[in-house]
Structure formats: C-alpha cells, structure tokens
DNA sequence: GGAAACTTTCAAAAACTATTGAAAGTTTAG
DNA sequence: CTAAACTTTCAATAGTTTTTGAAAGTTTCC
C-alpha cells in the first residue's frame, strides 16, 4: 500500500472511532491528521489536506484544544499559529475519558442521586423504579470509581494489572 | 419527589446515556421504559407512554431487538407482542460493548492491520504513520482483549477484580 | 496610523437523521 | 374464506447537526 493510500484510509477510520468516541467527525479527522504529521500543521494547512471551509476548521480545532488534545504551538518567525496533536495514545485515551465522565457520567448520576428519594406508595411500578433506580446508580457509580482510577492511572500499571485480568 | 415525575426525569436521563452509549434516543428511551415497568407492554402502550408514532415505536423496537436488549413476550390468550427489557444492568452492559466492539472497534483494526504494510520511503511521513499505526494497533489490541474479557465475565468477578485495582 | 496577515464569527445552505402516518402485508379466529 | 387484529414498510416531512464563506475582528509590523 502507497503512503497517500494509508494515510488516507487511516483518517478515515480514526475519523469513524473518533467519532464513536464521542468527537465529531472533522474533530475526529483533523485531530487524526496531526497525530501522523511528523510537524505542527497550521489552519491553512489542515483546510487544505481535508478540504474543508475555514470557518469549520477554525471551530473544530478549537474544539480540540477544549477537550485538551491538541495544543497550540508558537514557530519563532512565523505569524500563524501551528497545531499539534498528543502523540500519546494513552494519554489521549485517558483525556477522552476525562471529558465524557465530565459530559456524560456526572449528569445521569445526578439524576439518580435525585430520582433515587422517590417517594413509595406501596405499588408495583414505584417498586420497580425504586429497585432499578438502586441498581443503575450502583453500576454508574463503580463505573466512575473505575474511570477515575483510569484517569489517574499510569499507563504501565494499568496495562500490568489487565493483563493479570485478562488471563 | 413523586412517582411520575421521577419517571419521566429517570426516562430522559437514561435516554441521554443511551444515546452516549451508541443507541438513538428513542430507542434508549423505550429501553428506560422498558426497564421501570414491572410488566412486559405492547407496541400500542410505548407508543402512548412516549408519545411516538407507530411507525417509529415499531422501527425502534426493532433495533433494540437487534441489538439483544429487549425481548418479545407472548402471552396466551393475547393476540398482541409484548416485550420486555433485560433488567439486569450488568448484562446490558455487557451486550452494549459485545455491539459496540463489533460494530466499532472490529472495523478499525480491520483498517491498521491493512495500513500496517504502508511502504516504507524512508521519509519523515512514513516513518511517523507507520509509528502512529504501530501504537494504535497495540493500543486498540489490548481494547479489543479487554473488551472481550469483559463481555465474557461473571459480574462479581469483574468487579472483585477491579475494586482491587482501584484501592 | 494603516495595511497586511491572520483569526473568529455567524447567518444561510447543505447534509444528515429521525419521525410520521397511511397503506400494504401478515396472522389469527371463527 | 373473510374479517378483524395486528405488524411492517416507506415516501414524505420535520428536526438536527455540520459546513460554508464572506464579513468583521484582531494582531503585527513598518
């Protein structure tokens, strides 16, 4: 396979995972474009590798030093502004799951936590929603005991200790 | 709180979470449902409990079918399909990331194991997409293992193991 | 100051996704 | 066989998200 051929499909399948991911897919795309580029890319550049308007670049690059995994980088001489993505896919990993915890996670557990002193009057559906309400709020909450070791964690550690699991 | 209330608040929550988890927002929200009623319902009472058309009640359900969450309920004497939810969360789980890895992960590794054999020019962009691919394959390697682990698992195990990793 | 180089904004357009509901299809009961 | 009960389909419509590009804004340099 010719280098143009990989590096295009290789955007393409990290703009789909990006976006399972929860970025969009320009995010996805463009955040995958700096992860191969062996330099920092400017606006112009990435417009013109992806062929997209300026405007949409300008919004998701922003996007992507929000969710902090791209950073901005000053070249001495040059006028515009460079872009280069984390290279460390750990890290990347551990930052994505930083920022849906914060999106996602903590917004159903505040839910629960509300939903959860319903008040019961003896019937089967306050029953019902009472236990289930125990259950998701049980499993929310261990899965955001583990997210956040996750976050913390070392890459190295953490992949020791899965694979003892794994076995 | 009261019962309705904590219905509907429970039922728009668990529809955003299931959307974040790769589902529509109608199917996680007939799912919601699904999961508080004590009882198996008919495609007619979804329809009116969330205000949906027939078409899309039916499409959705469907998907959810699909998808092994749900199931179809016959029950004698009546001509109508019922259905109900797995109300087990663990399971659930479990059959989300069964979906999502092959939905997901298995296209993209499909795409690095491909990528993997870019020739190699000796310039700087090859060097660093056959890096960048290289991570990623082992990166998204051990997911998949993981992944798999956990879909494979008894609940209490799972989670003896990672209390552990999180002390 | 003013012009060039660059970044940001935002209303309009395009693309995509979800929903409706009526019609067609299927199954069941008598 | 036929009517009633029910399920499925799908073209049209509504709703949402993304993208565009021109204009406005900002910074830098002489």
Redesign the pocket.
């Known amino acids: 396979m010719k280098y143009v051929e990989a590096k295009e499909e290789l955007i393409q399948a990290w703009g789909n995972l990006g976006y399972s991911w929860g970025l969009?897919?320009?995010?996805a795309?463009i955040h995958a474009l700096l992860m191969i580029s062996p330099k920092p890319l400017?606006?112009?550049e990435i417009?013109l590798e992806l062929?997209?308007?300026?405007?949409?670049?300008?919004?998701?690059?922003?996007a992507l030093l929000d969710w902090g995994i791209i950073s901005r980088i000053l070249i001495p001489?040059?006028?515009?502004?460079?872009f280069k993505s984390e290279k460390d896919i750990w890290a990347l990993a551990r930052q994505v799951a930083k920022e849906r915890r914060k999106r996602e996670l903590e917004p159903i557990l505040k839910v629960l936590r509300e939903v959860n002193d319903v008040q019961s009057d003896g019937s089967e559906d306050t029953k019902e929603l009472k236990r289930v309400v125990k259950d998701l709020k049980n499993f929310a909450e261990k899965s955001d005991g583990l997210l956040e070791t996750f976050i913390k964690s070392e890459e190295s550690w953490f992949w020791n200790v899965l694979l003892k699991i794994m076995k």
Do not use: L
């Not at 969009?24 to 995010?27: E, G, L, S, V």
């Open positions: 969009n897919k320009t995010m795309q400017s606006t112009e417009m062929s997209i308007s300026r405007g949409n670049a300008n919004m998701n690059i922003r001489g040059e006028r515009k502004e460079f």
